[in-house]
């Protein structure tokens, strides 16, 4: 027989997701586009929500949303950014939608030499809203979100950042901080998993206010 008190949770973790799956569905098919695709991310947000800590979870509506989100840019990467690339950095698609890229280590020089560009030219927040937008295609909510920027600043962070890496100065790279941010992009691109990544820029920026 189930504990009483395990029953409740059981029932309230439940009727929680019951109530926000509307929601739910509403924001994965926003992102998606496609209804199975929007269902199959809502339903992962259940699993999700079936092995999280409830006590760690203050407001479970804003939780499942996040969850939600993130997975739904996950499935949207996932799609987009096997390519390893991004307009004005990295290599161009072939006209088969391959990269030209035929080994771990090549992929691996390709996205080197695109990080070293990043660090050598964009500031901290002009670099994370740079990689988020070009490279991952975030919508400029979500980046804002991220590095906890308004939307406008994020998208005049952009513009800045396309001018800098045209015309812009060429820094000393710290060469730790170069392999750590090579490593997490091609974890995120390898993974769809881009809770690391997200968290490695966003703590770059300081007061994560300017520029």
């Given at each position: 027989m189930i504990p009483i008190r395990q029953f409740t949770e059981n029932v309230n973790?439940?009727?929680?997701?019951?109530?926000?799956r509307p929601r739910l569905f509403a924001i994965?098919?926003?992102?998606?586009?496609?209804?199975?695709?929007?269902?199959?991310?809502?339903?992962?947000?259940?699993?999700?929500w079936e092995r999280a800590d409830r006590s760690a979870v203050v407001n479970a509506p804003a939780f499942l949303a996040k969850t939600t989100v993130r997975l739904s840019l996950n499935v949207v990467q996932s799609a987009r950014m096997r390519r390893e690339t991004f307009p004005g950095l990295w290599l161009a698609e072939r006209d088969d939608g391959s990269t030209g890229l035929d080994t771990a280590?090549?992929?691996?020089?390709?996205?080197?030499?695109?990080?070293?560009?990043?660090?050598?030219?964009l500031s901290p927040a002009e670099r994370a809203a740079y990689l988020l937008r070009k490279a991952f295609d975030y919508p400029y909510r979500c980046i804002s979100?991220?590095?906890?920027?308004?939307?406008?600043?994020?998208?005049?962070?952009?513009?800045?950042?396309?001018e800098r890496i045209e015309t812009g100065r060429r820094r000393p790279v710290d060469i730790?901080?170069?392999?750590?941010?090579?490593?997490?992009?091609l974890d995120a691109a390898r993974t769809g998993d881009l809770a690391e990544l997200e968290g490695f820029l966003a703590a770059d920026i300081p007061m994560r206010r300017s520029a």
């Open positions: 973790r439940e009727s929680a997701f019951i109530t926000t994965a098919y926003r992102y998606l586009g496609d209804a199975g695709e929007a269902e199959d991310v809502v339903q992962e947000t259940w699993l999700r280590a090549e992929q691996h020089e390709a996205v080197d030499l695109a990080v070293r560009v990043l660090l050598e030219k979100e991220v590095l906890h920027l308004d939307a406008a600043h994020t998208r005049q962070l952009v513009r800045r950042a396309h730790t901080a170069h392999q750590r941010l090579v490593q997490a992009f």
